[in-house]
């Protein structure tokens, strides 16, 4: 029973746009199934205290003073984000309880491999449109409709660069969204020994291969960033030989070039046209201008910032794209610090024995990565993914090297 409301709540993570309330406020389907979660682990009086749960602590603290502080209790909006905070605690220690269970192991990489394909049709159909899949089914979960009234078109009507949006919502989410089964599939390749191969490439390699090309499909340049330091690190742990890595590449290349021709010429422009200067990249300097504004403004309140202040944010229309930037202009130096603590939990957590598995600093480099230039966390299908992680993370009788017996 646990694990089948672990698994119903990553699938409605993955898959059921949320239900909208108003213009501004959506709420996930998998809200409704959290409390589901919370009263499960009073019944099996099953708790936990770590890192990561105290630094939960800490965070809601920081927000509730911030909040008080700036006089903004009386707006739902703004309360909700405590809820958040409570959200990502229940998920994460409900995920621990239940990944304590070995056999649950290999069922819930089932059902990433499931899910896995799922999201590689419905992307590579959105992709291709198929189907006119775009006007009727992406536009449900790109709730303020500007990615997918805009794919694969400029501002001119004419055709661009086409960034895969998901069901994520928008590409750069997306391309988060690969990175974490990225992840688990250098996970599982790790702890799968003793496979038979006929190919140089082979079952969960596949998985690995067909998640990279998703990544560059999203075109997001943060994104190829952690997925770049995410190789490297999948490569100490897999020991792949060069020979393979070198034939991986070329595979991942020549598909994303073919992918390319068929679609239109400059499917792939938005990532081709990257400048080395950061500042002549319009995406990046955009952000320079907004981060610069909420920078200056934070030194107002420097200790516990304008706290979540949604009112402001919807009617300055600010995308602030970085939750380093974000957390310190809402919840100062004291919010910042709780989010970096965040940030490394997983790791830090792990002891003496936080390298001796992959999945904690691959983990630390998503979310570190990321929220440079974007807000994961700020996002509530991030929460849940990243609480999920994070639970999977912290089992360390999981990573143990098993024999996988081979199904070719």
Same mark, same amino acid.
């Given at each position: 029973?646990?694990?089948?409301?672990?698994?119903?709540?990553?699938?409605?993570?993955?898959?059921?746009?949320?239900?909208?309330?108003?213009?501004?406020?959506?709420?996930?389907?998998?809200?409704?199934?959290?409390?589901?979660?919370?009263?499960?682990?009073?019944?099996?009086?099953?708790?936990?205290?770590?890192?990561?749960?105290?630094?939960?602590?800490?965070?809601?603290?920081?927000?509730?003073?911030?909040?008080?502080?700036?006089?903004?209790?009386?707006?739902?909006?703004?309360?909700?984000?405590?809820?958040?905070?409570?959200?990502?605690?229940?998920?994460?220690?409900?995920?621990?309880?239940?990944?304590?269970?070995?056999?649950?192991?290999?069922?819930?990489?089932? &059902? %990433?491999? +499931?899910?896995?394909?799922?999201?590689? $049709? =419905?992307?590579? @159909?959105?992709? #291709?449109?198929?189907? /006119?899949?775009?006007?009727?089914?992406?536009?449900?979960?790109?709730?303020?409709?500007?990615?997918?009234?805009?794919?694969?078109?400029?501002?001119?009507?004419?055709?661009?660069?086409?960034?895969?949006?998901?069901?994520?919502?928008?590409?750069?989410?997306?391309?988060?969204?690969?990175?974490?089964?990225?992840?688990?599939?250098?996970?599982?390749?790790?702890?799968?020994?003793?496979?038979?191969?006929? &190919? %140089?490439? +082979?079952?969960?390699?596949?998985?690995? $291969? =067909?998640?990279? @090309?998703?990544? #560059?499909?999203?075109? /997001?340049?943060?994104?190829?960033?952690?997925?770049?330091?995410?190789?490297?690190?999948?490569?100490?742990?897999?020991?792949?030989?060069?020979?393979?890595?070198?034939?991986?590449?070329?595979?991942?290349?020549?598909?994303?070039?073919?992918?390319?021709?068929?679609?239109?010429?400059?499917?792939?422009?938005?990532?081709?046209?990257?400048?080395?200067?950061?500042?002549?990249?319009?995406?990046?300097?955009?952000?320079?201008?907004?981060?610069?504004?909420?920078?200056?403004?934070?030194?107002?309140?420097?200790?516990?910032?304008?706290?979540?202040?949604?009112?402001?944010?919807?009617?300055?229309?600010?995308?602030?794209?970085?939750?380093?930037?974000?957390?310190?202009?809402?919840?100062?130096?004291?919010?910042?610090?709780?989010?970096?603590?965040?940030?490394?939990?997983?790791?830090?957590?792990?002891?003496?024995?936080?390298?001796?598995?992959?999945?904690?600093?691959?983990?630390?480099?998503?979310?570190?990565?990321?929220?440079?230039?974007?807000?994961?966390?700020?996002?509530?299908?991030?929460?849940?993914?990243?609480?999920?992680?994070?639970?999977?993370?912290?089992?360390?009788?999981?990573?143990?090297?098993?024999?996988?017996?081979?199904?070719?």
């Amino acid at each position: 029973m646990d694990q089948v409301l672990l698994l119903i709540v990553f699938f409605a993570t993955l898959f059921v746009p949320d239900l909208s309330l108003t213009s501004s406020m959506h709420i996930g389907w998998e809200e409704f199934l959290v409390p589901l979660m919370f009263l499960r682990l009073i019944w099996v009086r099953f708790y936990r205290w770590d890192f990561l749960v105290w630094t939960l602590a800490f965070l809601f603290l920081v927000i509730s003073m911030s909040i008080f502080k700036n006089g903004q209790y009386a707006d739902v909006r703004n309360l909700f984000e405590l809820y958040k905070v409570l959200k990502m605690c229940v998920v994460y220690v409900f995920a621990f309880y239940v990944f304590r269970l070995p056999r649950f192991q290999y069922r819930f990489y089932e &059902f %990433l491999q +499931a899910s896995f394909i799922v999201l590689v $049709l =419905i992307n590579l @159909l959105h992709l #291709f449109d198929v189907f /006119s899949i775009n006007h009727w089914l992406i536009t449900w979960y790109d709730y303020d409709g500007r990615d997918a009234a805009t794919f694969g078109l400029n501002s001119l009507g004419e055709p661009d660069s086409r960034r895969i949006i998901g069901t994520m919502g928008n590409p750069n989410d997306n391309a988060i969204l690969f990175l974490f089964f990225l992840i688990c599939f250098v996970v599982r390749q790790v702890t799968q020994v003793g496979q038979r191969r006929r &190919f %140089l490439i +082979a079952g969960n390699e596949w998985n690995i $291969l =067909i998640c990279s @090309l998703l990544i #560059f499909l999203c075109q /997001s340049r943060t994104g190829i960033v952690a997925f770049g330091l995410l190789v490297l690190i999948g490569l100490r742990y897999a020991e792949w030989s060069w020979k393979k890595l070198v034939f991986s590449i070329l595979i991942l290349l020549s598909a994303v070039f073919l992918l390319d021709l068929m679609v239109q010429q400059h499917a792939m422009k938005y990532l081709s046209n990257t400048r080395l200067q950061l500042d002549q990249n319009n995406s990046v300097s955009s952000r320079f201008e907004i981060w610069k504004r909420l920078f200056n403004m934070w030194k107002e309140k420097p200790i516990l910032g304008f706290g979540p202040n949604k009112e402001f944010i919807y009617q300055e229309k600010i995308y602030p794209e970085s939750e380093y930037i974000y957390y310190l202009w809402r919840y100062g130096i004291l919010g910042l610090l709780s989010y970096l603590l965040l940030v490394i939990g997983v790791l830090v957590q792990g002891g003496r024995s936080r390298f001796d598995r992959p999945m904690p600093l691959m983990l630390v480099i998503l979310l570190g990565v990321t929220a440079l230039t974007n807000n994961p966390l700020t996002n509530p299908k991030f929460l849940v993914i990243f609480a999920i992680g994070w639970g999977l993370a912290a089992n360390p009788i999981l990573f143990e090297k098993t024999e996988i017996q081979s199904r070719a």
